[in-house]
């Protein structure tokens, strides 16, 4: 009874996340075959100075075959001060994986979202290339993944940003590694780092580290705490190049 509360005390006060590249690797991490999935909630109430609510939503649905899986991956941040809304980001992930063998799999995505904390009235993408399992061991893996990557963004409308309503079309290559382990029966640790480089311009990169602890409570119930990074050399005007957050969130597996 008493760590149930403790649990909701702590999902309740849980920071809200400035959105940027959004980690759903280690969401397909389930060998369970056929459907499954999760969804995750967190939720940040302040009151005083600023009277703010903001909710965060994600879902996850996947469907494994012996050699291929296929995931969706949904998320929802709402943000109100004094009762009127003032940020919505919605982020849509499909990813496709097909087995070659043991070590290599080929996966494909497509990428949909919107972002006002990064300016984002639109982004789009789509991507193809290989992904590797280079050490397996009891409780744990460790993915190489590289691919192909064409984006299509617009900025939205800011009056001191020089370049507000503007359309862009980048080709970047996007690399990542991605770790997973369980440290004891109840208690799981992940790790994963993207570095996304523009194909005409190595010097603009998106970087972006997550580092998650997982505690199951009972059942299909988990309590997730993470810590993201994130950096791009190259920002839109009048946004941080470099962001920061500190999650609490609950999960329920399915």
């Known amino acids: 009874m008493n760590y149930r509360f403790i649990v909701l005390l702590l999902v309740l006060s849980a920071p809200s996340a400035q959105a940027g590249i959004i980690n759903v690797l280690g969401e397909a991490d389930e060998d369970s075959m056929g459907l499954s999935g999760k969804a995750a909630a967190a939720v940040e109430w302040s009151t005083g100075s600023v009277d703010e609510l903001q909710l965060e939503g994600e879902m996850t649905t ?15 941040e709402y943000a109100a001060e004094g009762g009127v809304a003032h940020a919505t980001s919605t982020f849509e992930h499909l990813r496709y994986r097909h087995e070659l063998n043991e070590r290599l799999t080929l996966e494909g995505f497509l990428q949909h979202e919107s972002d006002p904390f990064r300016r984002l009235a639109f982004r789009g993408l789509v991507g193809v290339g ?15 993944g590289t691919a192909y990557m064409s ?15 503007q359309s862009f079309h980048r080709h970047r290559w ?3 590694f991605s770790l997973s382990t369980a440290l004891t029966e109840r208690v799981s640790f992940g790790q994963t780092v993207f570095a996304q480089p523009r194909f005409d ?28 990074a994130r950096h791009d ?3 839109y005007d009048e946004v941080s190049a ?13």
């Open 242 to 254: 470099t962001d920061t957050e500190l999650k609490t969130e609950l999960e329920w597996a399915f």
């Open 174 to 176: 996007s690399n990542y």
């Open 233 to 235: 050399t190259a920002p």
């Open 62 to 76: 996947r469907y494994r075959w012996p050699n291929r899986l296929a995931f969706l991956v949904l998320r929802g």
């Open 130 to 144: 290989p992904r590797i399992k280079v050490a397996a061991w009891k409780g744990g893996t460790l993915h190489l």
């Open 201 to 228: 311009d190595f010097n603009s990169i998106r970087y972006f580290s997550e580092t998650t602890l997982g505690i199951e409570i009972e059942g299909r119930l988990a309590l997730n705490l993470k810590y993201v």
């Open 151 to 165: 984006e299509s963004e617009r900025t939205n409308t800011e009056v001191k940003a020089t370049d507000s309503d």
